[in-house]
Structures are given as structure tokens and as C-alpha cells.
């Protein structure tokens, strides 16, 4: 979608807003698959209530990008705009064991610099791709550790009310890859309370993880990670290993040879390409096991 309302046009420079017209989502998503539209880069984090009212008053669709990782787009021209944070100067504060953290601060950077200053707890979820934000959406979670156990406040833009809230950990859920902030809540801050640890604790933490990463998940190839989510009790990607669907393929989509959550981009897949190797493995899975599997990844496909 090309914004042309020269109203909203010139009210986004004031907003501190920048346009990106016509901009590629396979160029920013981790699975390289998605059309373009415009996508406005938004530098001043307090004025999103404002962006937003102008956006919904001239009946523009929007959506929100975190940092891509986890995300299924199709492809074409895109019926909605793409509004972004851009990163800012500051992304993490430190005050004691509390790190105030922006939310577009990219994850594994942010469990690095805790690190640093002898802050731990996320070992695990070094390896997870994306932002700060986008993990607390979904409370990622690898190796024990869940980004949720360490929130003590969340700043947000609700939709529902239109404003910048702040909640606090007991006014959030945070489940198995679930969270009870609303779909289009969006996710501006959080303050983490972390233990200490002694830097080259951490470390060793970090290197363990990273090695288990790296042995069992295809790194280096195009994917949103798991594809599914692993049903209570049991595991998405043993069962899809042992219906030997490792190698699987619709067009350029593909079952990771390495773990079989994964479907990669091995190429050229398109949108439809890899939801119909998504559909095709849950119906098989469904037929042997008698269970529905749920995505994890998110679809950004109507
Ligand atoms: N397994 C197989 N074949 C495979 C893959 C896995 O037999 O192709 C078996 C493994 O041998 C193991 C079990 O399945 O016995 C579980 O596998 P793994 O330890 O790789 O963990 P997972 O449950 O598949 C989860 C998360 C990952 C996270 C890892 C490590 C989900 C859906 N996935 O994977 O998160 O990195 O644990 O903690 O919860 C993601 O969220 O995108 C993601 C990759």
C-alpha cells in the first residue's frame, strides 16, 4: 500500500516519523519471503497514539514489525503499512539489577551487555533471534530461560485505549509462547529485574546454550524457527522427524534437514509455497498422532 494522503504525508516528518515507500518485506524478515509496502520507521517512540489516530482516521491498515524473525508474510503489493521502531541511541539502562531496555533493542545484543555488567538469567535466550519486543510478545523462551520471568514492567502502546501504558508484572501473562497483551498492543519498553552473576559465569552459560543451538537448529539458513508450537507434553519436531519429513518440500520451502520444526527458505519460496508445506505437515501429523499442531510463527497471509 503507497501512502498518497499528503495530509498524513506531511505530518510525519513533525512526527519524527520516517517513510520508506514501497519497501521490501523479504528484505526484513528472516524467512526472505513478503511483499512490499510502505513502512514508516518511527524514530520519537511517543509519538505513536498520534501516528496511529491520523493513520485510523484516513482508514489506512497498518501493521507492526518487530524484527521479522518469527513471521510469515505474502507476497505482492501489501494491503496495510508496516510501522517500525527505529533503534535508539539508548537501548539499554542499567540501575542496579534493574535494565530499563527498549523494545527494539535486538535480544541477543541486550542478554550480551546484562552480561557484561554481571547481570544473568538470560543465558538461554541468546541464540533468539529478533527484538526485545517481539520476545516479550510471544515470551520467547529456549534452554529453561523465558523472557517473562524477568519482567517487572512493560511500557505499551494500547490500542484499545489509544495510549502509552505502563503495566506491571501482575497485570501480564506470560505462558508457554502466549501473552496476554492484546494483538495490536505494541510492546515501546520493558524493565528487567535480573540476578547477579560473575560475567565469565554467564559466559560459560551463553557458550553451552550457543553450542546446543548450533548442533541442532539450521542457523545459517533462511527460517522463522519453529514453525509449531510444541503441543502439551510432546514435541512438534520429534513428531515430524519421525513421520520423515526432514527434506520435505512444496516449491522452495522445505523441512530443515537439521530439525524438523524448521522450514526453511531454500531459494526462491513464495508465501503460498510455504503455507501449503505448513498445512500439508499438520495434516499429516494430525492424521498419525490425532493432534492439531498450532503455529508459532506468526502469518501475516490475508
Ligand atoms: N527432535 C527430533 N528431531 C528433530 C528435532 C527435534 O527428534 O528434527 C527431538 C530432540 O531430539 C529432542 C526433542 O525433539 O528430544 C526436542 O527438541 P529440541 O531440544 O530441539 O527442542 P524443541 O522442543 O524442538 C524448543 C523450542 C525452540 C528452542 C528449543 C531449545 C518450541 C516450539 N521450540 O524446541 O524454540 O530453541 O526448544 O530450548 O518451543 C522457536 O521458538 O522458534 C524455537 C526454535
Known amino acids: 500500500m503507497r501512502l498518497s494522503d499528503p495530509r498524513i504525508l506531511s505530518a510525519l516528518p513533525e512526527l519524527g ?9 523479504a528484505e526484513r524478515t528472516s524467512l526472505h519471503i513478503g511483499g512490499s509496502t510502505d513502512l514508516l520507521l518511527i524514530r520519537r517512540h511517543s509519538s505513536l497514539p498520534e501516528l496511529i489516530a491520523l493513520l485510523r482516521g484516513a482508514g489506512i491498515p497498518y501493521k507492526f514489525l518487530g524484527g521479522g524473525t518469527n513471521l510469515l508474510v505474502r507476497d505482492g503489493e501489501l494491503p496495510w503499512v508496516v510501522l517500525q521502531l527505529s533503534h535508539q541511541e539508548e537501548e539499554v539502562r542499567l540501575e542496579g539489577n534493574s535494565a530499563y531496555v527498549d523494545a527494539a533493542a535486538d535480544l541477543g545484543r541486550t542478554v550480551t551487555f ?69 494483538p495490536d498492543d505494541i510492546m515501546l519498553a520493558v524493565k528487567l529485574e535480573l540476578p547477579s552473576k560473575p560475567y565469565r559465569e554467564i559466559l560459560e552459560g551463553i557458550r553451552v546454550c550457543n553450542e546446543k543451538r548450533r ?87 490475508q
Open 215 to 301: 548442533s541442532s537448529q539450521p542457523l545459517n539458513q533462511k527460517s522463522a524457527g519453529c514453525i509449531f508450537k510444541n503441543p502439551p507434553g510432546g514435541s512438534a519436531g520429534r513428531m515430524i522427524d519421525e513421520l520423515r519429513l526432514k527434506g520435505f518440500s512444496v516449491g522452495d520451502a522445505r523441512v530443515s534437514d537439521r530439525h524438523a520444526n524448521f522450514f526453511v527458505n531454500a531459494g526462491q519460496a513464495s508465501c503460498a509455497d510455504m503455507l501449503a508445506l505448513i498445512a500439508e505437515v499438520r495434516r499429516r501429523v494430525h492424521a498419525t498422532y490425532g493432534i492439531e499442531l498450532e503455529n508459532e510463527v506468526i502469518l501475516w497471509t
Open 114 to 182: 546484562c552480561a557484561k555488567h554481571d547481570l544473568g538469567g538470560m543465558e538461554g535466550l541468546i541464540g533468539v533471534p529478533g527484538t526485545v519486543g517481539g520476545a516479550l510478545r510471544m515470551n520467547a523462551g529456549a534452554y529453561g530461560t523465558q523472557i517473562g520471568s524477568y519482567v517487572r514492567e512493560v511500557e505499551i502502546y494500547r490500542a484499545a485505549d489509544a495510549r502509552i501504558e505502563t503495566l506491571r508484572q501482575k497485570e501480564i501473562s506470560f505462558e508457554y509462547r502466549h501473552t496476554s497483551f492484546a
Open 17 to 25: 516519523v520516517e517513510r520508506i515507500a514501497g519497501a521490501s518485506l
